[in-house]
């Protein structure tokens, strides 16, 4: 079975909202994020550097909160606000990200179900470049750079494993080393030595 290898540099992650950390945004720009931009934001800003190449961006519902208030604005008044709509989109929040950190920097946004973290992580471990910043922001956020030059978390990746109902609280264990295998439907990582 083929194992794809790679390094997890370094991560952040949070389960709360007392956890955001707005402080390198504009307080304008800050009240025009929903929750789940800020979740982003805060676990994306904390592992970012200058030798980013390319961004995935994994979430389950991205920005549902705010389409729904613009279908019921729509409904009610027939109008929807310009700003509302143009941070509706799943991709928002890492085109916001690459705006404030003034880089061109591609990325890419994924849903996929109940594996949308896993397929997320999978685009990120087989991109052609080589320094990716992963984002998974849904109930929890979690980001983590991953490489293919050694230094961190060695990895290996194999093709499919087992069911799990909670893929962000189950890789972020993975992360702090409280298992050594995190599993998915579409994938298996294991730390490799």
């Given at each position: 079975?083929?194992?794809?290898i790679?390094?997890?540099r ?6 709360s909202e007392?956890?955001l950390?707005?402080?390198s ?8 994020l929903?929750l789940?931009d800020?979740?982003a934001f805060?676990?994306m800003?904390?592992?970012?550097d ?8 994994a979430s389950?519902y991205?920005?549902f ?7 019921e604005?729509?409904?009610?008044i027939?109008e929807v ?5 143009s941070?509706s989109?799943?991709?928002?929040l890492?085109g916001?990200?690459t705006?404030?950190?003034?880089s061109?920097?591609?990325y890419?946004a994924?849903?996929?179900a109940e594996?949308?973290?896993s ?12 320094n ?11 980001s983590?750079?991953i490489s ?8 290996a ?6 069911d799990n ?8 264990d993975f992360?702090?080393g ?13 730390r490799?030595?």
């Open positions: 079975m083929k194992k794809d790679f390094y997890i370094k991560y952040h992650y949070i389960k007392a956890e950390d707005l402080s945004i504009a307080p304008l720009q800050r009240r025009r929903s789940a800020k979740i805060t676990v800003d904390k592992v970012f200058e030798n980013i190449e390319e961004i995935v961006f389950r991205g920005e909160a705010r389409l729904k208030t613009i279908i604005q729509y409904s009610e027939g606000s310009p700003a509302q709509f941070g989109v799943h991709n928002y890492a916001f990200f705006l404030e950190k003034k061109n920097i591609p890419y994924t849903a996929s594996n949308t973290l397929a997320g992580l999978i685009k990120s471990v087989l991109s052609f470049r080589n990716i910043l992963f984002c998974y922001a849904d109930e929890y956020g979690v983590c750079i293919k030059d050694a230094g961190g978390i060695k990895c990746m194999t093709s499919g494993g087992n109902a909670d893929e962000a609280g189950s890789f972020i992360l702090e409280k298992t050594p295998v995190f599993e998915s439907p579409l994938c298996r990582i294991e490799a030595e």
